[in-house]
């Protein structure tokens, strides 16, 4: 199996590996939410109740064939996650730790193959963060347990082989191979109050 990703207008494109762990999540946080608020996308971004659906894999199994020069990055702190996405469409990409050594990434929906979500990745849908979802009645959090056996299984698996280092996000010195724009406080509570 390999599975093809490509942002919205096509300009950047690559493809998934077959093989290794996969876990399905829809998370709700307010940060996700942000993300999606930021990039103006978010009636293509997020589910009625403010979900983002989310595919989670090794790094090393992601590979950009076209158009690298469109991978941006955001952090919504300086602290916080990377969120990388293609700056030619504002077209989500996926979110990773600021650590190169706990090689994982979300890939987010929007630069998938919907047709073929449940039959490359499965139909279990983990729901993480309820407590931040739009709307009602809310979702309710389930298969928490088995996402986090499964991260733990991807990011362990690629530290102890030493495979994280094959990821084409950072560069051989552990940072991320473009630089991050991180938002101000005022800029992440304005796009958290946006309605």
Request: hydrophobic share 35%; glycine share 10%.
């Amino acid at each position: 199996m390999m599975h093809k990703i490509q942002c919205e207008c096509g300009s950047l494109r690559g493809h998934i590996d077959g093989g290794g762990i996969t876990s399905r999540v829809i998370c709700y946080c307010s940060d996700c939410q942000a993300f999606a608020k930021y990039l103006g996308r978010p009636e293509k971004v997020l589910d009625a109740h403010g979900g983002t659906d989310i595919v989670q894999l090794a790094q090393p199994r992601l590979h950009i064939s076209d158009g690298l020069e469109h991978l941006a990055l955001l952090q919504l702190s300086s602290k916080g996650l990377f969120r990388w996405y293609a700056s030619c469409c504002n077209t989500p990409i996926g979110n990773t730790l600021n650590n190169p050594k706990i090689s994982f990434i979300g890939l987010v929906h929007s630069c998938l193959d919907k047709t073929w979500l449940a039959t490359d990745f499965g139909q279990n849908v983990a729901k993480v963060n309820t407590e931040s979802a739009t709307g009602g009645p809310k979702a309710k959090t389930s298969g928490l347990l088995g996402n986090v056996l499964r991260f733990f299984g991807i990011a362990l698996s690629m530290l102890i082989t030493s495979k994280y280092k094959a990821s084409e996000l950072f560069s051989d010195d552990g940072a991320p191979i473009v630089s991050p724009t991180i938002l101000t406080e005022e800029q992440l509570a304005q796009l958290k109050n946006q309605t």
